[in-house]
């Protein structure tokens, strides 16, 4: 089944009670039992829902694995990964990754006893040299958020597999529709899929999909137990946002290459950040694991100073400054005081998040309408 059919039918059936031809919304808590102890299907709502069921098998199906769980958020899913490991271990994980991850990972389970080392993975050699005996996970985002720094996913599964360790890959900017991080030999993916899986700034979820029918246990054991679960509602909504993702992804792909074209030949703007561009240092990785090159950009400007970002972002009318991404709706955010506020100034700065950095989530609008909005802004400079 290719990829655009299976986005509307890959991992459904029809409701089994009347035919719908959308899962409905079990909007139940608990289920009735015959006698203590035997139910013919689900028991409760934190364990399992038909409708959550629908969106899991849904979530599989595109990411070419066997088994997925749907979470209350994408921190949610990471949180469970790293309930896999115990005190001791040690996680090898991007620099630049998105600063709730680097937050969870700093502020939460260090304090448990769980190392992480944060390195530049552009070259899967520099990898290796921290490695050792209590290393359990390699986690990685590709592309970065917000650098668009791109990590070549097959070359770390060689270093994950010749060394017996996890590979998880933080699929969110990228989606299914780009990039199968399962297939390049990850063994678990994630998606904040308040992103583009929801894709219409509704509602707030993560997943997780794996192939290994003995990690799904140990990671459904961790869902139930933790109980971080989404709702029906939120898992209909997500099954809705799933059925259109190939078509909004073409436009999001579409505008963005415009848009990126578009700062990189204005005389007002320093670096644009877009795996698309022959010169970004990893575009060769990204024509070869990713199907086209997204919606996501950052950029700096001339005088790469926090003012003038800021001047530009408030002078935007059709991108909206907000949190999140993935949106129909293009979106602004400010990184070094909104996404990645969490990290420290010295160490972002290192990663290349200054304060004149701008990251854009480029919508599904009329691209003319957007590259309009953005030298209207940058004009005011």
Sequence with gaps: MKFNTKAIHGGQQFDKAYGAVMPPIYQTST????????????????????????????LASLENGKYGLAFGSGLAAIDAVMKLLKSGDEVISTSDLYGGTYRLFTKIFEDFGIKFHFVGMQNANQISSYINDKTKL?????????????????????????HNLLLGVDNTFATPYLQQPLDLGAHIVMHSA???????????????????????????????ASGAICGPQDSFLALRGIKTLHVRMQRHCENGKAIAEFLNRHVKTDKVYWPGFEHHPNHKVAKKQMNDFGGM????????????????????????????????????????????AAIPKEERENTGVVDSLIRLSVGIEDKEDLIDDLKQALDKL
């Design 138 to 162: 390699i986690w990685v985002e590709t592309p970065t958020n917000p650098m668009m720094n791109i990590i070549d996913i097959k070359a770390v599964a060689k270093v994950a597999s010749d």
């Design 297 to 340: 950009i950052s950029f700096t400007t001339k005088g790469n100073t926090y003012e003038e970002a800021i001047k530009i972002i408030e002078n935007l009318k059709v991108f909206t400054l907000a949190e999140s991404l993935g949106g129909v709706e293009s979106l602004v955010g400010h990184p070094a005081s909104m996404t990645h």
């Design 194 to 224: 308040t992103k583009y899986i929801g894709g219409h700034s509704d509602l707030v979820m993560g997943s997780l999909v794996v192939k290994d029918e003995e990690l799904a246990k140990r990671l459904y054991f961790i869902q139930n």
């Design 31 to 58: 289920y009735a039992q015959s006698t203590p102890g035997t139910h013919p299907e689900y028991e409760y709502s934190r364990t399992h829902n038909p409708t959550r069921t629908a969106l899991e098998n849904a």
